[in-house]
């Protein structure tokens, strides 16, 4: 196994001009290769994205490895479980964000593909997505105009479909067959927009436009059955104009990269602080519109990955993780964005928390 640190071309950030982006690779074999990308810089903002990326898809701490940066998230040796291919792409970035894609292949009962986005406000070094970008009736316009353009989309396919036969499932034909599967597949799916958010669907900042990409109909057995594929819109940031957040204008029609993203607009990020007597490092890593969320946590020491599930109300956290007993977060928000409460492991002594973005 090589580690290299390769650095890219240069891309212009103009909040943080000297930042660039450099290449953590690894090779297993011709088709479980990896790579990733590691900002480098001294500014608090540039470790807070570096480690957000790490914790969410190489489940580590940056630097903290033995052999391989990739080593708790590839199949293990004699295995074929685990991440088998990681790649990345800067999508865009403007003088206050970096808008950035991972892909990559995991195979567990089979393989599938995943593709995440990931967009940093690059003042603080913390995530941002449409609930930043845009005003509460914003997002619930853009919200309407998509999932109607998405609705479109199978009406029209399913109005196209040559008609249902009211026969015995038995005497269908293979073709006939398979088109009550698709027939299905897409009315199960434009059943499913009534209760459709936002929460898996991907968001990318380009220069002059951003594209949600919402996800396919079909999961992995019926993949065969999809035509559409995914739902991606493209809107430019004049035509979201009186959508935007006064944040969300100042960094995407502006261009600016002074804008002041709200300390109250998101708890997604990364903290870093103590429990009890030990060092920590939380990551709020995604938030739910049903109110639940995944995070994980370090004990700095160790730099072992702790996985938690959680919700979150307006000002406050509960976090959770498995093992028996389990143990619970209860973490309130402060005025300055920090996070305190007590952390306790069934009836043992509770351990203060006190945490800061």
Known sequence: MRLLLLPLLAIALPALADVRIDDLTDKRSDWETYRFPLLVGDSPAIARINTFLHVRELQALPGRFAKSPFEKVRPKEGEIGGVNSLDYQVVGQGPGYLSLNVDSEYTAAYSSQNSTAYNFDLASGRPIGLAQLLTPKGLARLQTELLGKRAKRMQDFLKAMPPSKPVDPDELSDDEQQQEDQRALYSECLESLGEASFDFDRLQLGTDSMTVIGGSCANHASRALDELGEFPESISYQALSADLSPYGRCLLLEKRSDCALPAS?????????????????????????????????????????????????????????????????????????????????????????????
Do not use: C, M, N
Request: aromatic share 12%; net charge negative; no cysteine.
């Open 265 to 357: 607009s998101t708890a997604q990020g990364v903290y870093h602080g103590s429990l009890g007597a030990y060092p920590i490092t939380l990551v709020i890593e995604q938030l739910y519109s049903d109110r639940s969320l995944t995070a994980s946590y370090f004990y700095d020491k160790h730099a072992k990955y702790i996985e938690l599930g959680g919700e979150f109300q307006q000002d406050s956290l509960t976090l959770h993780e498995s093992g028996e007993p389990p143990a619970r977060f209860e973490l309130e928000f402060q005025a300055d964005g920090s996070l305190t409460g007590p952390w306790q492991q069934g009836e043992k002594r509770a351990l203060a928390v006190k945490l800061s973005p």
